[in-house]
């Protein structure tokens, strides 16, 4: 007999192996004696079986060729898109941020040196990043769930054509990002965080004159920020990290910003 | 390659099928995929070697399709979901889907994002409730409740598309 009155509930656990197995002989018996459920129950085995035959099929699939890149640490496709066109630039910049990095470790930094446009920008870049990195839930205005809207929004504002860059590799995921004045005009900041909650910015502006680059310090063991400065734009990358750690994210990030730009 | 990453190779086919009958689109669905193993290599010493990948791919996944819906939602863009799909959305020129397969397929695909995320982890990947729970992040009531609303929910929908079959059929 019956040890508990069953439902329309254990047709699912009995479906899904989660009826305890000394129950299974009596739920059996209750089916045979409620048509309405064994036709229920019928259906769904059906159904289930369709389900699983709908999809067998991608398992036997070979792995997409990105895929296993995307793992095993090859370039992916998306970025080769850029790099195809846009290598040759891209690593001469490279070398430029890589340069100006040396020259900082060397010991000829850019600390006081004056208030140049490339200062200005440097300071903006870490007041902003001082003030919203500390922020835990209203860092960014747009975050980075809605990127596509992120990147098209700050490119109109700023006047740039703004591609958020991916720093998955050097271990940062974007967050999101903000507008801001910077000068007489408008400046774009994108917040990265790591694993381990460590944040990053990018500060990014249209307004620049002068060509520069450097590292900057606002106070001593105060967060860092890398920047060069272009005809028609500036950008700043900004963060407490160990200087190797953060001349690879600007590097990173200064290739992708510029392969955007001139996309 | 390293032990970690082979262990995550081995579990793609499955991630791909899940992404698969969540998304539809091939392409989306692999963009998918390829999100979760990008964040995965991010948080590769989140994991603990011996334990198994997959929990903790599928994890990973579900919260990236979850954000994704939101946007979608967000956008207003939640007519793009294929509602009745089969008339939406021309089956991918690439794939070979018997008309049983294409229902139930466009079926899934109709109901909540939700419900189709429980019913998929139970009845194709085969966890258990307390790991599609724990995979999910919702109480094992939830999920129980998400699997019994999906199963009749995409029987309706298959019972539409039968009826609607043999009135074409008729018709002619």
Sequence with gaps: MTRRDFSERDIHMALDGELPGEERMAYDSWLETNPEMKAKSVRYIADRAALRAAFAGVMDEPVPARLRQALLGEATVRAAAWRSRWWLSAAAAVVLVAGGLAGYVAGIDGIGRGDGADDQLAEQAIAAHVIYAAEKRHAVEVPASDKDHLQTWLSNRVGLKLVAPDLAAEGFQLVGGRLLPAGHGKAAMLLYEDAKGERISLFVTAESADKAKGTYMAEKDGPEAVYWLDKGYGCAVVGSLPRERLAAVAKSAYGQLLAGLAS | ?172
């Design chain 2, 1 to 172: 390659m390293n032990e970690k990453k082979a262990a995550i190779l081995g579990e793609i086919p499955r991630l791909r099928r899940y992404a698969r009958s969540l998304l539809r689109d091939r392409d989306s669905a692999d963009d998918l995929v390829q999100d979760c193993l990008e964040r995965a290599l991010v948080r590769l010493d989140n994991w603990q070697t011996g334990e198994s990948p997959r929990r903790w791919l599928f994890t990973i996944m579900h919260h990236l399709f979850i954000d994704q819906m939101r946007k979608v939602n967000r956008r207003g863009e939640a007519q793009m979901l294929p509602l009745e799909a089969g008339e939406a959305q021309a089956a991918p020129a690439e794939q070979v889907e018997s008309i049983a397969s294409r229902e139930i397929i466009d079926a899934l695909q109709a109901i909540s994002p939700d419900r189709r995320a429980a019913l998929v982890m139970v009845a194709i990947e085969g966890f258990s409730y307390a790991e599609a729970a724990n995979i999910l992040g919702v109480p094992a009531g939830t999920l129980m409740s998400r699997i019994a609303r999906g199963r009749e929910e995409l029987r309706g929908l298959l019972d539409d598309s039968a009826r609607r079959r043999s009135i074409r059929v008729v018709e002619k």
